[in-house]
């Protein structure tokens, strides 16, 4: 889905998927720098990152195994639900591993705070954190995150990953919903 597909929906174009995918290589070599000679354990947060880790391993020379954890923190709207418990987790060992948390998005961090306190108890010899964006303003709690695509403003936000109510996933770029899309 492009740009041009929902334009009417979105208030504001933020990044076009060139930009995106551009950004996303400019990381993948700071973490193919940074991983020299190691072989890396990506975790992707479900479902939102599937479009930052699909793009992002692509671009890594680094051997890289592909994982995926599913973690609740949102329902179907627009206001997060407090509510965060492992759905799907991790079928693979990552003691003594080197860790890469994959996420499309840091809202609050809530999500991502909660995710990696629980990953360092299983003991990776690594654990650094990516994320194709991030919205400062939001921020709840500190996360140390070593990889930032691109710092937005505090809006909802969709594409590349991103919903409302299961729709815009697929969008190839980044752009702000329209408030009247959700009753804002
Ligand atoms: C989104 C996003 C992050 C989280 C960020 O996931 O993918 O995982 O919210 O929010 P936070 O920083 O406020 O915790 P969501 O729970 O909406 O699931 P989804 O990826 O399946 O849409």
Avoid at 35 to 50: E, S, T
Avoid at 143 to 149: A, I, N, P, R, T
Wanted: hydrophobic content about 40%; aromatic content about 8%; overall charge negative.
């Amino acid at each position: 889905m492009e740009i041009a597909d929902v334009r009417g929906d979105l208030s504001q174009v933020l990044f076009t998927p060139d930009e995106i995918t551009g950004r996303l290589r400019e990381l993948a070599g700071d973490v193919d720098r940074d991983y020299a000679g190691k072989d890396l354990v990506i975790v992707g947060v479900l479902n939102g990152a599937v479009m930052t880790v699909a793009d992002l391993a692509r671009d890594l020379k680094t051997h890289c195994e592909m994982h995926w954890m599913a973690i609740s923190s949102y329902g179907d709207g627009v206001t997060s639900s407090g509510v965060l418990r492992i759905l799907k987790d991790l079928t693979v060992d990552i003691e003594g591993r080197d860790v890469l948390v994959v996420e499309d998005i840091i809202d609050t961090g809530l999500t991502l705070s909660y995710l990696v306190q629980n990953l360092r108890g299983r003991q990776p010899a690594s654990l650094e954190v990516l994320t194709a964006f991030r919205k400062p303003a939001a921020a709840k709690c500190d996360v140390d995150v070593k990889y930032v695509g691109f710092d937005i403003p505090n809006d909802f936000v969709v594409g590349y990953g991103l919903d409302y109510a299961g729709k815009y996933r697929n969008l190839n770029g980044l752009g702000v919903l329209d408030p009247a899309v959700y009753g804002g």
